[in-house]
């Protein structure tokens, strides 16, 4: 007797695997236009130049897990000429909820003094203080590379 072939009950939508790649893609993006990109372009693209602190100030911000901070600094700077006034310090502006190690990053500079600072030279309204990359990009990249991963893999 020949064994006849079950019949499947037709796909209601994408599977869960294609789900589980779209999600790890999702997070791959974020970590892509949020950290990685951006903090490429100031570490390998902006252009050093000096520029002088004339204020400084603790953002203090309320989000799902409560008081979060941010040290800003008023910069003052100067490209081909042309004077900026900017707040600024990362290009990521992240928040923590560590505010003695975001005072301790407002202490460490001084009001009147000059720094290293690195302007887009595509917009010079765009400056920063510090440079580097964040771990937490690299995490959220990791992390939508192993679910893109397991996705990819769960669909073979």
């Not at 460490?108 to 917009?123: A, M, N, T, V």
Request: hydrophobic content about 40%.
């Amino acid at each position: 007797m020949a064994m006849q072939p079950l019949n499947k009950p037709p796909s209601r939508g994408p599977s869960f695997s294609v789900i589980i790649v779209a999600v790890g893609f999702v997070f791959l993006a974020i970590a892509y236009t949020t950290y990685v990109r951006p903090e490429y372009r100031v570490n390998q693209e902006f252009k050093q130049t000096e520029g002088r602190i004339i204020d400084k100030r603790l953002l203090i911000a309320q989000d799902r897990s409560g008081t979060v901070y941010r040290p800003e600094f008023h910069v003052n700077y100067e490209v081909d000429g042309r004077t900026y006034n900017v707040w600024t310090y990362n290009i990521t502006a992240d928040t923590t909820s560590h505010r003695a190690s975001q005072e301790e990053i407002l202490n460490s500079y001084e009001i009147g003094r000059s720094y290293p600072c690195w302007y887009d030279p595509l917009d010079p309204q765009v400056a920063v203080l510090v440079r580097g990359y964040s771990a937490f990009g690299f995490i959220l990249a990791g992390f939508g590379l192993l679910v893109t991963l397991i996705g990819l893999v769960s669909l073979m």
